[in-house]
Structures are given as structure tokens and as C-alpha cells.
Antibody
């Protein structure tokens, strides 16, 4: 069974750093892209970027380039999304999802990680 | 960046109604479009890919059509489980944008 299991909810202060994770199982982790999607409270889905764990090829939305870092450790089938200095506006639910190489939709999603940034 | 625009933003309908949601792309995306359903507190679920292909396990009352810049998602007979928010997503380019969502509410 394909599963993407994300790390738990986080509460942080502005200026702090954070790294959340997404662990894949039940499939070949290095054969699919992993993407990250932001959903701010009461708002829609925003595509942030994707990484191909097989070779670490990474693409970012222009809106998120320089704001976050996407990485992966294929040895433990885990992708990451990290911030060096959080802002209150980073408060959101973050989802990871997988897609096949090439033109493909997200077919499996993680359960989401809620990040709350508040002083 | 390719912009995706959905209409309407909110739709009120009754069980048994035929429902249509429209998604427009700011430039041609061929048929590289997906539709997702999201319920409160849950992750999105893939319904339709490549504009009109039904994902395995999705009820046949859901259908998609269109190509180029105009696409539609149709629910032929709305069921209680279908009240949710629906998003389109283009995957023609590496920066894969979503529409703003359409909330289907009970009338």
C-alpha cells in the first residue's frame, strides 16, 4: 500500500527554523517526484515545488523560490521542506504528494502537517 | 506562470442535481489538467487526470472534459458525499498551479 506519512504539527516563533518531513512507503521512492503544497487557513491550494529523490532535481514555484528549501534523503525514503526563518504568514497546512516523472498529477497525498507561527 | 481560474467560487445544489464546474487556463495546457476533491480537514483526492480520465475507484458520476484553455468537471447526479471543495490543477509546466477552488454546498 502506497503511503506518505508526514511529521506532526509544529508551533514555532517568528524567526525560528523548521524542517518538516514526508516519508514514503509501498513504492519505489526514487521513481516518483515528491511535491509540496501549501494551504493557508481557509484558503486554496498553492503548489510550492517538487523534488525527484532519484537525483535530487528540484523545481520551485517562483512564489516560493528563496523562501523554502526542498530536499530528500533517498536512503530513508524521506522528503523535507524547511525554513531558515519563519514568519507568521507561514502559518498553514503543508501537504506532500507524489507524482510520476513527466506530466502527471499528484496521485497520493500525505495527511498534512500544520505549522503555526506565533509570538 | 500559468494562471488557473475556476468558476463559480461557490455553488449551491441539491442531492440529485447535475453540477458543472469550469476551469480556464491563461494559456494552452493541452489536456494536462487534473481535478481534485477536498473535504474539510482532509488531504485532496485525485478524481480526474489528463482532463477526462477517471482515476481508479472514483464513481462514474464524475466526468471531465475540455482541452487547450477551457475545462469542465461534471457531477451527473450529486450525492451527499460530494459536498466538498473542488480544485483544478494544470501540469503542463514544471510550475504546476491550482485553481482557487469551487465549494459545492447543500442548497
Amino acid at each position: 500500500e502506497v503511503q506518505l506519512v508526514q511529521s506532526g504539527a509544529e508551533v514555532k516563533k517568528p524567526g525560528e527554523s523548521l524542517k518538516i518531513s514526508c516519508k514514503g512507503s509501498g513504492y519505489s521512492f526514487t521513481s516518483y517526484w515528491i511535491g509540496w503544497v501549501r494551504q493557508m487557513p481557509g484558503k486554496g491550494l498553492e503548489w510550492m515545488g517538487i523534488i525527484y529523490p532519484g537525483d535530487s532535481d528540484t523545481r520551485y514555484s517562483p512564489s516560493f523560490q528563496g523562501q523554502v528549501t526542498i530536499s530528500a534523503d533517498k536512503s530513508i525514503s524521506t522528503a523535507y521542506l524547511q525554513w531558515s526563518s519563519l514568519k507568521a504568514s507561514d502559518t498553514a497546512m503543508y501537504y506532500c504528494a507524489r507524482q510520476l516523472k513527466g506530466r502527471s498529477p499528484f496521485d497520493y497525498w500525505g495527511q498534512g502537517t500544520l505549522v503555526t507561527v506565533s509570538s | 506562470d500559468i494562471q488557473m481560474t475556476q468558476s463559480p467560487s461557490t455553488l449551491s445544489a441539491s442531492v440529485g442535481d447535475r453540477v458543472t464546474i469550469t476551469c480556464r487556463a491563461s494559456q494552452s495546457i493541452s489536456s494536462w489538467l487534473a481535478w481534485y476533491q477536498q473535504k474539510p480537514g482532509k488531504a485532496p483526492k485525485l478524481l480526474i487526470y489528463k482532463a477526462s480520465s477517471l482515476e481508479s475507484g472514483v464513481p462514474s458520476r464524475f466526468s471531465g472534459s475540455g482541452s487547450g484553455t477551457e475545462f469542465t468537471l461534471t457531477i451527473s447526479s450529486l450525492q451527499p458525499d460530494d459536498f466538498a471543495t473542488y480544485y483544478c490543477q494544470q501540469y503542463n509546466s514544471y510550475s504546476r498551479s491550482f485553481g482557487q477552488g469551487t465549494k459545492v454546498e447543500i442548497k
